[in-house]
């Protein structure tokens, strides 16, 4: 095949314990699926219908890579998120079944330019704005299922210059992994590559040029940026 112009790149992300990459297709992101983040955000946490948002694939920032502190916002903030990867998709997957098409986990942060999300918000307008920016996707290496089994629980933590900022643990998550997949499946077609974000757990704020953040996740490992 030739192109007119040269053909984009695919996103990667290293894989824990293999020589090979994780091509990345899509981004999934879900909103307030942590009741005390919703709380905090000014929202009810009782289960209502999930929501999700997307970032773009070359949004990723990989490990190793300083965060550059994005243009037009004067609030960006950290979210610490378990990332999901799916190994196969399709079309309305049955819960039972959603957890077959788990690659593995990494560890992912949802950069996010609050004070421009805010303003769309208030509006009604999509939220691309605040969210699926250059760089708004850091994401460290993928951990097999197979090496890890599932993860259901375990701790999520970030710390930002050495003070734990955000702390939870994966089994406070309001949609649990597979009825997010099963729910995703059923208005969007999912395929290998792409990537769920699983949501923040409370205690999300501003970062300013020199912060080192280090977020954790249970049996994943930890993963650092720092803003530039
Ligand atoms: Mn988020």
Redesign the pocket.
């Known amino acids: 095949m030739e192109y007119v112009i040269p053909a984009p790149p695919v996103t990667s992300l290293r894989v824990v314990g293999s020589d090979a990459q994780f091509p990345v297709r899509r981004i999934y992101?879900?909103?307030r699926n942590y009741a005390e983040h919703a709380i905090e955000m000014g929202h009810d946490p009782n289960k209502e219908p999930p929501f999700f948002f997307q970032k773009n694939p070359d949004n990723i920032l990989p490990e190793g890579k300083p965060f550059p502190y994005p243009a037009k916002s004067e609030d960006v903030h950290f979210?610490v998120?378990l990332v999901v990867a799916l190994k196969t998709g399709g079309s309305n997957i049955p819960v039972e079944r959603a957890m077959d098409c788990v690659y593995g986990y990494g560890i992912g942060l949802?950069m996010?330019r609050r004070d421009l999300q805010g303003e769309a918000k208030k509006l009604g307008r999509p939220w691309e704005i605040g969210k699926a920016f250059e760089h708004s996707a850091p994401c460290g290496p993928l951990t097999p299922a197979d090496k890890v089994g599932r993860i259901e629980d375990g701790s999520i933590t970030l710390e930002v210059n050495g003070q734990l900022r955000q702390k939870g643990d994966i089994n406070q998550m309001i949609w649990k992994i597979p009825e997010m997949i099963s729910y995703l499946s059923d208005y969007f077609v999912l395929a290998p590559g792409d990537l769920i974000?699983s949501?923040?757990p409370s205690g999300v704020g501003a970062v300013k040029k020199g912060d080192r953040l280090v977020a954790r996740v249970d049996r994943v490992g930890e993963f650092a940026v720092t803003v530039e």
């Open positions: 992101c879900i909103g979210e998120e949802d996010t974000m949501g923040t």
